[in-house]
């Protein structure tokens, strides 16, 4: 037994592959000898994982494989063996009908391979909104050492000599060239500025909100937010967090001393503060359920509440994440709580061992444009809406930051969409029962309705509300919608229409009132004539539905949970561990 081994928190997981000298380990060595790997990288290192979510179709993920290079360096610079393994990358842009879809399937993909393996800890190499929280999952119900590693934003977008965001920029200029603002060719042209290099979106959507999650949890080093995905710094940052998982493994710091109910709390609150997106709200929630973390949707309101929005970025703001980083990037912002006395939990524990605070008190601010003072927000109170009523009996989400402040209390009148393809084929009909106060509700979009949920919640508006120079509308729906959107958009509403929420009820001409201060979300019908509806859609529906589908499609429908619970399976809810499994032969 070396000195090192002696100082171990705990024996290694690895050793019950590679430390006996029986058949099986002659059998678990001498096939990975075929890699070339010499006798002294058996002798008792720590083996730490590389989950590596790398694909040429996860666009935003195409350099992790580059990114992993780094970690290995930093692995074996401080005495651990580095191996990187694939898992199901679920790419944003490309992949039908969201990728939302198949984040459960990633985790479980991820929990299996931890567990099966010969890894003592892994390192999370996560970017495209839904692979954060995929890895983090799959990871919290193995329970063994972890560090994050995003990927990093593009650079910032160039479209004409202005600076132009991923995303954001697509709804704004799809919506000036139905108002016939703009001609095709400058909505193209915008195309190949929008993604100049390698990274994920680059304004304050899912992907860079979930990375600000990931090192506000305090499962990442400080500065994996927002560093730029081409700066050498991002290299940097994952060679010490290859460095930093080999003393993780050592101290026995598995994810769960991390992701703590304290660590949800602050999350929560520089949700807040940077204006993130609505989808966090989902995922936060699923990964506390697989931590055995309780939190709820009014942790959002009674932890978030009064938290301004600090970061000016899109879309709720102007600058884009470069800027940000520059600025300061994500310590920055948690300096600024902090010294408030709006961190709720500073002692927390991050993976450097350190307290979030003391990893951030003396952060360096460089630019009170792009961050902020509380003293002047970009928004005074940027806490997630948490709408409940008897349109959303378990729950509604609205983000401020992205919504028009008049608005945010309205009564208006229903212009119905039974689902997606209703909405597309009636919403520029000149002969639309629409105006400006109406209010845009589709039903149909939640997890099992769409199958995944998708985000198409920030309904385009009618081309005849468009060309009279109306920006925003309240819209209503039980999807999501992406992060780099924006509008007065209440989402998630739960339990959705698909599994009989009385969002199905809701008729063309009902009068609704969203009242974000209150939390209310109110269909101005009777609860006998809600019931009476609802009686009398078909009940066999859901069932044929099911039946019809097959494959992960079937599973997914009939084990996914409702938007306010994650959307997480229900059989995947919890920690199982990492118990070492029996011998394969
Ligand atoms: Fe991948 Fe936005 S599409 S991060
Ligand atoms: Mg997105």
């Known amino acids: 037994m070396s000195s090192r081994d002696s100082s171990r928190a705990r024996p290694l997981r690895s050793a019950e592959w590679f430390g006996t000298t029986d058949k099986n380990g002659f059998m678990y060595r001498s096939w990975m000898r075929n890699q070339g790997i010499p006798d002294h990288e058996f002798q008792g290192k720590p083996i730490i994982g590389i989950c590596n979510t790398w694909s040429e179709l996860t666009p935003c993920n195409h350099h992790f494989r580059k990114l992993a290079e780094h970690v290995k360096k930093g692995v074996l610079e401080a005495g651990g063996y ?19 879809f198949t984040r459960n399937l990633a985790s479980m993909d991820v929990e299996e391979a931890i567990r099966g393996n010969p890894i003592d800890a892994v390192v999370l190499l996560v970017g495209c909104d839904k692979t954060t929280p995929a890895l983090l999952m799959g990871a919290a119900s193995c329970d063994v050492p972890t560090i994050v590693v995003s990927g990093g934003p593009m650079l910032n977008g160039k479209h004409q000599g202005k600076d132009i965001g991923s995303g954001t920029v697509v709804w704004q200029l799809s919506e000036d060239v139905k108002a016939g603002k703009i001609s095709l060719h400058d909505f193209m042209a915008a195309e190949a500025g929008m993604s100049r290099s390698a990274g994920t979106c680059n304004t304050m959507g899912t992907a860079s909100t979930m990375a600000s999650m990931a090192e506000a949890l305090g499962t990442s080093l400080p500065h994996n937010a927002a560093i730029p995905a081409v700066d050498s710094r991002r290299y940097v940052l994952a060679h010490l967090s290859g460095m930093r998982i080999v003393e993780m493994v050592e101290e026995g710091m598995d994810l769960s001393k991390v992701l703590t109910r304290e660590a949800f709390e602050n999350a929560i609150r520089v949700n807040a503060a940077i204006g993130g997106s609505t989808n966090a709200v989902i995922h936060l929630k699923a990964i506390a359920g697989r931590m055995g973390v309780e939190l709820d949707l009014e942790d959002w309101t009674r932890v978030g509440h009064g938290t301004p929005t600090l970061v000016d970025l899109q879309p709720s703001g102007r600058f884009l994440m470069e800027d940000f980083y520059y600025a300061g990037g994500l310590p920055a912002v948690m300096r600024r709580l902090g010294e408030a006395g709006r961190l709720p939990n500073p002692d927390a524990l991050t993976v450097n061992g350190q307290s979030l605070w003391e990893n951030v008190r003396e952060a360096p601010i460089y630019n009170d444009e792009v961050v902020r003072t509380l003293d002047n927000p970009l ?11 008897n349109l959303a009996p378990n729950g509604a989400v609205l983000k401020p930051s992205a919504a028009t402040p008049a608005l945010m209390t309205h009564r208006g009148q229903a212009v119905v969409f039974e689902d997606f393809d209703d909405y597309k084929a009636r919403i520029d009909d000149p002969e639309l029962d629409v105006t400006a106060d109406s209010i845009l509700v589709m039903k149909n979009c939640g997890p099992r309705g769409y199958h995944g949920m998708a985000e198409v919640g920030n309904m385009g508006l009618p081309s005849k509300i468009l060309a009279q120079g109306v920006t925003d509308m309240v819209r209503i729906s039980d999807a999501r919608m992406s992060g780099t959107a924006y509008g007065t958009v209440v989402l998630h509403v739960a339990p959705e229409s698909a599994a009989g929420g009385p969002l199905a009820a809701v008729r063309h001409g009902d009068w609704i009132e969203l009242d974000c201060q209150s939390g209310r979300l109110h269909l101005e019908v009777s609860d006998e ?26 599973l997914y429908i009939e084990r996914v949970l409702q938007a306010d619970e994650g959307c997480d399976f229900d059989f995947l809810v919890g920690c199982r561990g990492a118990k070492v499994p029996r011998h394969s032969h």
């Open 379 to 389: 928004c005074a109170d940027g806490s997630m809406s948490i709408l409940r009523g």
């Open 82 to 100: 580095p191996v990187e393994f694939p898992v199901f990358s679920n790419g944003e842009s490309n992949l039908r009908p969201t990728a939302m």
């Open 529 to 554: 004539e809600i019931a009476a509806r609802l009686a009398e859609r078909d009940p066999t529906e859901a069932s044929r539905l099911i039946a019809s589908q097959g494959g992960y499609r079937q």
